[in-house]
């Protein structure tokens, strides 16, 4: 088959290596991939993995290079050529193409949307108001005594939302997205929320329009410096398995989360065929979803597939075409761990260009991956190129092995002002979750 994937991120590198394993992969090109993207191989016949400089979000060019290069499947990653309607588009030229229609990605396009499906259906989330003018919205952040989660309604790259303490907070946040516009056009409507107390979980589902297949439970990391300080990010690093759920809470999770979700798709007509990634917080009162987002997440990809036994060719297929019911998603018992590299200042302004060394050391390791996100290639030599730059991953039998194995690959890397959380899964092991 030939495979066209869309994205150039750590998740899109974490996707290719997997599907490169595939004995079904014998063509393979990305738009745009990254440096570590394009040193990969094929297992089925050696063949090198094409980067093709075509923007994610710039759909015609790349339904034109469809057109020519014709694809079996092309497989997107990020959320921006989703909300765009890539997945409408190639399929009315005849593509199969993985990945929600428009309509389904509205539940990451839209927090609004999201947040009124949920109370529509029944599923469990944090109390919430939209608010499309400031002064109601101040008034509802008010009623929750400033204590909320301020989000502009749109895409923003994961970084729209303000966590707030106060209502002098709360106020500025609302001006900040509303007034100032902070987060662009993705604010014209806020999504105002109680805030909730509780451990956070990323809940992964493949579904095929009919049915939701759970994965295992993960971490992610959000805030930019450790013990959970500093501005949120896309990700700061992850691990697989989160000890805080047992194998039936999850279940019983994904029942009074995925159970109702999936029949008020069936009841909006929505047919989603893709990945939902519900945020949760594990509250005292039981689970709560903080947000959808309608595609992979950015680290859990990382950690996720390097636990996936299955071919995710296979997988992605049968989530195309409605047949998940007939798979099997199988994990190894071992346990991942991803820490992310950023460049100095991220999420803020941050310089790129800067060399990279010891790469190949830390990928020599074993059962250790180096994944790329923000980097280019400059005259032969890999520089940074993003706010993320690598996620160092590395999988083991036990968490303590894994999270010991990524940080001494960490170790053999350098870049000038390289920036990285020393307590990914720390929380895992603390002696209330510690498995050892
Ligand atoms: P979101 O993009 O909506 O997932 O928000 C980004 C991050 O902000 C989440 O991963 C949480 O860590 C935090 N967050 C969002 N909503 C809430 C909430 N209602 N209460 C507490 N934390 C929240
Ligand atoms: N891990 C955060 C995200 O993908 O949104």
Redesign the pocket.
């Known amino acids: 088959m030939k495979i066209l994937i869309i994205g150039s991120g750590g998740r899109e590198h974490a996707l290719v290596w997997k599907l490169a394993q595939s004995s079904h992969a014998a063509r393979m090109w990305v738009a745009p991939g990254n440096a570590g993207i394009a040193q990969e191989r094929l297992a089925k016949n050696g063949a090198p993995v094409e980067c093709v400089p075509l923007a994610a979000e710039n759909l015609s060019p790349l339904l034109d290079f469809a057109k020519r290069e014709k694809p079996d499947l092309t497989v997107v990653g990020p959320d921006n050529p989703l909300a765009a309607g890539i997945v409408d588009l190639f399929q009315a030229n005849g593509f199969k193409i993985w990945g929600p229609n428009q309509k389904a990605a509205q539940f990451e396009a839209s ?1 609004a949307f999201s947040q009124d499906f949920m109370e529509r259906h029944g599923i469990p989330t ?1 109390k ?1 108001g939209t608010f499309s003018e400031p002064v109601a919205a101040k008034k509802f952040a008010a009623s929750l005594g400033g204590r ?2 301020v ?1 502009a309604d749109g895409l923003a790259l ?1 970084k ?2 303000l ?1 707030t303490a106060s209502v002098i907070e709360a106020e500025r946040a609302i001006d900040e997205i509303m007034i100032s516009k902070a987060f662009g056009a993705a604010g014209q409507r806020v999504v105002i ?5 509780g451990m ?1 979980i990323s809940l992964h589902a493949l579904c095929d329009g009919k049915i939701a297949k759970l994965f295992p439970t993960a971490q ?1 990391h ?2 930019a410096l450790e013990n959970d300080e500093g501005l ?1 990010t896309g990700g700061m690093g992850t691990y697989s398995p989160a000890p805080f759920l047992t194998d039936a809470q999850l279940a019983e999770v994904g029942d009074v989360i995925l159970k109702p979700w999936l029949s008020g798709c069936a009841a909006e007509g929505i047919d989603f065929r893709g990945l939902i990634y519900p ?1 949760v ?1 594990l509250t005292k009162s039981g689970p ?1 979803v ?2 959808f ?1 309608a595609r992979f997440g950015d680290p859990e990809t990382q950690v996720y597939l390097t636990r996936l036994e299955n071919d995710l060719v296979e997988l992605l297929l049968a989530s195309c075409e409605g047949r998940l019911a007939d798979v099997e998603l199988k994990w190894t018992s071992n346990a991942s761990v991803c820490v992310v590299m950023a460049s100095g200042g991220y999420p803020g302004d941050y310089a790129k260009g800067k060399s990279i060394e010891g790469i190949a050391a830390a990928d020599a390791l074993p059962a250790t991956k180096v994944f790329h996100a923000g980097t280019a290639l400059k005259d032969g030599q890999v520089v940074t190129n993003g706010g993320r730059v690598l996620g160092v991953t590395a999988w083991r039998p036990t968490l303590i092995e894994a999270r010991a194995a990524a940080y001494a690959a960490v170790e053999k890397i350098r870049f000038e002002g390289a920036q990285f959380r020393r307590d990914i899964a720390a929380k895992a092991l603390s002696p209330d979750h510690s498995e050892e």
């Open positions: 927090k944090a919430s909320c989660a989000k994961g729209g939302v966590l929320q109680e805030l909730l107390e956070e992610d959000k805030r949120n945020g917080m709560k903080l947000e987002n």
